[in-house]
């Protein structure tokens, strides 16, 4: 199954995402998968396929000022919550996407969270992946420290930030070849790692979880959290939490996986997501 890789602008705002379609066509919704940070859409390169195969179009656009969407100013991109809700709620409007399956992963999963708590007539069913989910979730210092002035302006401009970050989140070694990939848009200009810097500095994530902790508790539609236990920063517990508040949830703890899941083991996200998207519907 092949992926295709695309760009579009939406308002002025260049997004780079990737797209795998089934070969027949079907009734199923779309499936919607947003990554972390310092990650980009090319973390789900082995899920897109495996959803598509099952007659799911799927669709992972890099966020603007990661990978290959664009990295604006920040006078012009203000790099908050709400900059980025306002960008995919034009994105998935520019795509058509009226109802679909929303995958979220990671610190900037939060977002797409606020997003789906904004939007819930478009989200048929959530999985959540090793996100913050409730007041006891910290941002490692493995992270913050890229949005401390003089530090991570430095910090960020390092390419090899990428391999620390993605390598430490699960302790799996992660191939040279995609390695290549990540590095690539920090290697092209200083502009990814300004951008990375105003994330980082913009994440509140006490806010952001506090109103997800509120939000989730009157949520309806079924949810699926899909948890690397390795994860050295978001232990299960949290989820475990979280899963006992929210209506309708089911856990699924991956063993032997981390921070990253559909970077660590591809192929336990997949079963995950499947069984989860098959049994559900309709």
């Known amino acids: ?19 795998a379609e089934p070969i027949a066509a079907t009734d199923k919704l779309p499936v919607v998968l947003l ?7 090319y973390s789900w390169r082995n899920v897109l396929p495996a959803l ?4 799911f179009r799927s669709i992972a656009p890099d966020w603007p000022g990661f990978g290959f969407s664009a990295k604006p100013d920040r006078r012009d991109f203000a790099y908050t919550s709400k900059a980025y809700m306002q960008a995919l709620a034009e994105f998935l409007q520019a795509l058509q996407l009226d109802r679909f399956h929303l995958v979220v992963q990671g610190f900037l999963g939060t977002i797409g969270l606020q997003y789906a708590l904004a939007h819930p007539e478009q989200i048929d069913r959530l999985a959540i992946l090793n996100v913050p989910l409730t007041s006891a979730a910290k941002l490692p210092w493995k992270v913050k420290q890229l949005g401390v ?13 990428v391999d620390r970050t993605l390598e430490g989140g699960g ?8 390695l290549d990939v990540y590095r690539r848009p920090f290697l092209k200009s200083s502009d990814a790692g300004r951008s990375l810097f105003a994330v980082v500095q913009n994440l509140k994530l006490t806010q952001a979880t506090a109103e997800i902790e509120a939000g989730f508790a009157n949520w309806q539609q079924p949810i699926l959290l899909a948890w690397g236990i ?5 232990p299960l517990e949290q989820a475990e939490t979280f899963a006992k508040r929210v209506p309708n949830t089911e856990i699924e703890s991956l063993e032997e996986v981390g921070h990253y ?13 499947l069984s989860f998207l098959r049994r559900q519907a309709v």
């Open 1 to 19: 199954m092949t992926t295709k890789e695309e760009l579009i602008s939406v308002n002025g705002l260049d997004w780079f995402y990737r797209e």
């Open 35 to 41: 990554h972390d940070l310092p990650s980009q859409s």
């Open 52 to 55: 598509s195969e099952q007659g």
């Open 149 to 161: 002035p003089l530090m991570g302006d430095m910090m960020t401009q390092d390419p090899l930030l």
């Open 171 to 178: 302790g799996y070694r992660v191939e040279d070849a995609d």
């Open 230 to 234: 390795r994860d050295p920063w978001l």
């Open 261 to 273: 899941p559909q970077e660590d083991w591809h192929e336990k996200v997949n079963a995950a997501l």
